[in-house]
């Protein structure tokens, strides 16, 4: 995907009328639009600029909502949850190994790191936490869908899936 410039951001204000009260759905777009998921500096300058809304206001924002991202990550994100009521859900009959073991599951079936992006652009690996989703635990959430129960074959499936772009499949499985 390409990178967002100056004037398709001007024209995704423009079409809010360049209306403060927007910010977020403005925000939203811009993540859209960026080719990188997330809202970079320059843009939440930018934004700060056109809609006269202070840049620290704009970073509350970002940082409040956990669909906003602020660094470059891939199309898709998984995101581990890594809150105590999943850690003790991740069991076996060799006892409890905890979110570390999930977070092996996913790292291995993408083969990159947790915080990593595939090379491709894909696929980013990330911590959350508790999404409201205990019972199901061990849960981990792909945007706003939260897959729970999680083991080894599963995680290798969503990853597959994200990889594959195949977002059908991906909504198949949530259980939200
Ligand atoms: S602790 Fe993981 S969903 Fe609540």
Redesign the pocket.
């Known amino acids: 995907m390409q990178s967002l410039n100056k004037n398709q951001m001007l024209r995704i204000m423009e079409r809010y009328g360049n209306d403060p009260q927007q910010l977020i759905a403005v925000l939203l777009d811009i993540q859209a639009a960026s080719g990188k998921f997330c809202v970079e500096q320059h843009w939440a300058e930018l934004t700060s600029e056109v809609l006269g809304v202070p840049l620290s206001k704009i970073y509350d924002v970002l940082t409040f909502y956990s669909m906003f991202k602020t660094e470059p990550h891939g199309e898709f994100i998984i995101e581990i949850?890594r809150?105590?009521?999943?850690w003790f859900?991740c069991q076996n009959e060799e006892g409890c190994h905890g979110t570390q073991e999930v977070v092996r599951w996913f790292e291995d079936a993408a083969g990159i790191k947790i915080g990593e992006t595939t090379a491709d652009g894909k696929l980013s690996i990330l911590y959350t936490?508790?999404?409201?989703?205990?019972d199901i635990?061990?849960?981990a959430k792909i945007g706003d869908d939260v897959f729970g129960s999680l083991n080894e074959e599963k995680a290798k499936t969503l990853v597959k899936h994200c990889l594959t772009g195949n977002r059908y499949e991906l909504r198949a499985l949530c259980q939200n």
């Not at 809150?83 to 999943?86: A, G, L, Q, Y």
């Not at 936490?129 to 205990?134: I, L």
């Open positions: 949850c809150s105590t009521p999943c859900a936490s508790c999404v409201g989703m205990c635990g061990p849960v």
